[in-house]
C-alpha cells in the first residue's frame, strides 16, 4: 500500500455535519491519511450530505456524477458517502441503482464504524451499505482534527423531538440525547488545553438539553453557567434555539455569564399565527415578540438573528405581510431566508395547498429586501464602536485584510498581520456594511 494516503471530505448542510466531517478527519488522520483540498489526488473521499432542503440533494448527485470519472481511471479510489441523506431509503435506492460503484453508504449514527467499514472495503473489496435507523448509546470520545485551532464546535445533544411539519431532521438525526455535562465539560476543558477560546455549543433544539451530573438534573442555562467558569475559555456561543423553549433562565444567564456572547439565534420560521400552528412550532407571534423584549430589556445590545420560511403550504398573501411585518418589528441584525422545499416524508408535503413557485420567489426577494435593510442600518450603527474581536485569519476576498467576529458574531474585516489569528484584538468599527462591518486596529 503506498505510503502518503490522502483523504477529501466535502461537507453539506449545517454545523452538526460540520463537527460529524472532523470527527471523520479525526479516524482518517488516526489510520494514517492526510488531508487534501483536492479531490482529484484523494485516495479515499466522503460526502457528507445533508437533506434539509431539495438543492442539497441536487448538488450531492451532481457531485456523485463528477465522482464517477475519478473512479473510472483509479478503481481503488474509495467514495463514500453518509449524513443525513442517507437516513432515507429512497436515496440509498437511487444510490444502488444509478451509482452502484459506491464504495461505503453510512449514516448519522454509525460514524464511529467508519475505520472499520473502510477497512472491508479496502481490505476485501467489498461495497458497503451500513445505516442504522435508530441511534445507539451516545460514543465518547472520538477523534477529531478540528478546523479552527481556537474556536471550536461542541455537541451537547443529538436529534431533535420538535417534528415541524416541513422538516426532515427528526427522520435523519433521530430523537434527542443529552450528553453528560461531566463529558462536556471534559471536553471543553482539554479544548482550552489545546488553545481554543471559544466554543459553540451544538444541537438542534439546546434548550431543550437535560444532562444528568452528580449534584441532579442540568438544564441548558446550567451547563452555560458551568462553563462560565472554565478558565482560560473566552466565549461560548450556541446553535439553535427553539423559541418554545427558552428559558428565563438563559435570559438571566445572558446577564450573569461574561463569556456568554450577546447574540442569539432564533429561528422564527414565519410571523404568521396561523402557518406557525401549522409549522407545528407550537409558539404564536405574540409569544415570540415577548421572548425579543426579554432579551433586550436584559441585554440591550444582543444581536439576534433568525431562520424564515418563504411559501409554506397554505401561506397567503396576509400571512407573508404578517412575516414582513415582524421582521420590520424585530429588526434582525441578519436572517437565513429559505424558499419552502417539499421534504419527502413530512407531514408538509403531503399538505394540498403548495404555493406555486413564481409567488415563492416573489415573496422571498420582497423578505430578503426588508431583511437586507435592516442588517445594513444595524451595521451602520456600529460604526465609532471599539469591538473585541477574535481573529479568524486572512480575508478570503483580500488576503491583505484579516478577518474576525465580535461578540455579537458580525465578521469584522480589518487591516493587520496574519500572525494576529487566534488572538482577540480590539477594532475601531468605521463602517457598517449589508454584511459585515470594516475596521482599524486598536493599538
Ligand atoms: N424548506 C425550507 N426550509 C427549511 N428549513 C428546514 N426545513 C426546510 C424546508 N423543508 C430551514 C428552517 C430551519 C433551517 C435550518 O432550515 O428555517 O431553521
Ligand atoms: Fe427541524 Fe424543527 Fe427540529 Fe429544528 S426544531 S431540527 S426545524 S424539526
Known sequence: MKEDKKFHI??????????????????????????????QEA??????????????????????GQLKKIKEQRPDFVVCVCGCMMQQQHIIDRIKEKYPWVDIIFGTHNIHEFPQLLRSVTEEKRKIVDVWDEAGEIIEGMPSKRLYKFKAFVNIMYGC?????YCIVPY???RERSRHPGDIMKEV????????????????????????SEKGPTDFADLIYML?????LERIRFMTSHPKDLSDKLIQAYRDCSKLCRNIHLPVQSGSDDVLKRMNRRYDRAKYLELVNKL???????????????GFPGETEQDFEDTLSLVNEVGYDSAFTFLYSVRKGTPAAEYEDQVPEEVKHRRFNRLVDAVNTHSAEKNAAMAGRTERILVEGPSRHNKKTMTGRTDG???????????????????????GKTFSLVGRLVP
Not at 485516495?43 to 456523485?64: H, Q
Not at 481554543?196 to 438542534?204: H, K
Not at 462560565?228 to 482560560?232: A, F, L, N, S, T
Open 10 to 39: 466535502q461537507t453539506m448542510g449545517c454545523q452538526m455535519n460540520e463537527r460529524d466531517s472532523e470527527t471523520l478527519a479525526g479516524m482518517l488522520t488516526g489510520l494514517g491519511y492526510s488531508k487534501t483540498e483536492n479531490r
Open 43 to 64: 485516495d479515499v473521499a466522503i460526502i457528507n450530505t445533508c437533506s434539509v432542503r431539495d438543492n442539497a440533494d441536487k448538488r450531492f448527485f451532481g457531485t456523485l
Open 161 to 165: 423531538n420538535n417534528f415541524c411539519t
Open 172 to 174: 435523519t438525526r433521530g
Open 189 to 212: 476543558r482539554d479544548l482550552v488545553a489545546d488553545g481554543v477560546r471559544e466554543v459553540t455549543l451544538l444541537g438542534q433544539n439546546v434548550n431543550s438539553y437535560r444532562g444528568m
Open 228 to 232: 462560565q467558569e472554565v478558565e482560560g
Open 296 to 310: 433586550r430589556a436584559a441585554v440591550p445590545e444582543i444581536s439576534i438573528s433568525t431562520d424564515i420560511i418563504v
Open 409 to 431: 458574531f458580525k465578521v469584522v474585516d480589518f487591516e493587520g498581520d496574519s500572525s494576529l489569528a487566534g488572538t482577540f484584538c480590539n477594532v475601531e468599527i468605521t463602517q
